[in-house]
């Protein structure tokens, strides 16, 4: 740890059952579970999908999140159970609210070459965790800094306002540095930060981040620095949000608040029930994996 920034490295997970791609994963791991409402962050690519067979996630449920996709480079389809059919493409976000429940499929395109993005979920409010299934779509605007430039997908940074709808304060943008450039940020104090770097590596307030690590920084702060001590470009996506204040549970696609509504999430999806169904993806749902045999304890961040 320096400079307060706490460093945290990924794991390789596989993504999608049998005709799995290998993703990397920053969140949740055992020293932090959230970043605000931020609950998982995979990393993936860049991949040659001629090498890797791209992305192809048979039809999966998910329920008490919304999931946050965003492209580097490629192309994935995405089908739901709530009849939404979207293509995902670099620099334009794709929000899905689970609620009570949804099922989704996510396939590269046969255009796609070289697959690379973040997939990202964000954990609901109890209040809010049933809600109805919903689907957004947003692309927006670059914004020109002094050195960098910046994607604004969820919330607000440098003065660009997402006006997609999410259930707590968020932030998530896309940061590209020029070469050797240094920023200041201006951020909301209230807020905790994560920061992933995705090429080159990225001074955080002096800590140094390589690629695929995440850098986490603690509320307090109203500006965060970032300095990009190479030659060529770097990219990070900033994440941030208020310190979310319960614990979840967390098994396979679900997040819930005890092991007897993931038994029952499970119960729902394995006998068709609930999640509806994803129209036309060619190929089975992927079936539930066993639970353990010991309840799933809940989990949150250490205060």
């Known amino acids: 740890m320096s400079s307060g920034v706490e460093v945290l490295t990924a794991r390789d997970v596989p993504l999608g059952g049998p005709r799995s791609m290998k993703v ?5 791991q055992r ?6 409402a931020w609950c998982f962050v995979d990393h993936y690519g860049p991949d040659d999908v001629g090498v890797s067979g791209g992305m192809d996630v048979a039809p999966h449920p998910h329920t008490g999140l919304q999931t946050v996709s965003w492209l580097f480079s490629g192309e994935i389809e995405h089908r739901d159970s709530l ?26 395109t046969p255009t796609t070459t070289v697959l690379h993005g973040v997939q990202l979920w964000v954990a609901l409010p109890d209040a809010d965790r049933r809600t109805g299934r919903d689907f957004q779509h947003y692309a927006p605007a670059p914004v020109a800094l002094d050195g960098a430039q910046v994607r604004v997908f969820l919330g607000e940074l440098a003065g660009s306002v997402s ?8 932030l998530g943008a896309e940061l590209v540095l020029e070469p050797r450039a240094h920023i200041t940020l201006a951020v909301d104090p209230a807020f905790e930060h994560g920061l992933l770097v995705d090429a080159g590596t ?8 390589a690629r ?19 030659d060529a ?20 696609n679900f997040i819930a608040r005890s092991t007897e509504e993931i038994v029952q999430a499970r119960r729902d999806w ?10 036309g993806y060619d190929g089975d749902p992927l079936p539930a994996p066993e639970l353990p045999n010991v309840p799933l304890k809940p989990r949150g961040n250490r205060r």
């Not at 020293?31 to 605000?36: D, Q, S």
């Not at 006006?163 to 968020?170: D, E």
């Not at 470009?233 to 396979?252: C, K, N, Q, S, T």
């Not at 394995?270 to 129209?279: I, S």
């Open 24 to 28: 990397r994963r920053t969140l949740p």
């Open 31 to 36: 020293a932090r579970t959230l970043i605000g």
């Open 83 to 108: 009849g939404s059919h979207a293509m995902v493409r670099p620099g334009e976000l794709n929000l899905m609210t689970g609620g009570y429940g949804i099922s989704h499929t996510e396939v590269s």
């Open 163 to 170: 006006p997609v709808r999410t259930f707590t304060p968020l």
């Open 202 to 209: 990225v001074h955080l307030d002096g800590s140094p981040l």
């Open 212 to 230: 695929t690590e995440l850098g986490y920084a603690a509320p307090g702060r109203d500006t965060l620095s970032l300095t990009n001590g190479t």
């Open 233 to 252: 470009p770097a990219r990070a996506v900033l994440l941030g949000g208020p310190p979310f204040g319960e614990e979840i549970v967390m098994w396979w």
């Open 270 to 279: 394995t006998e068709g029930r609930r999640f509806g169904v994803v129209e």
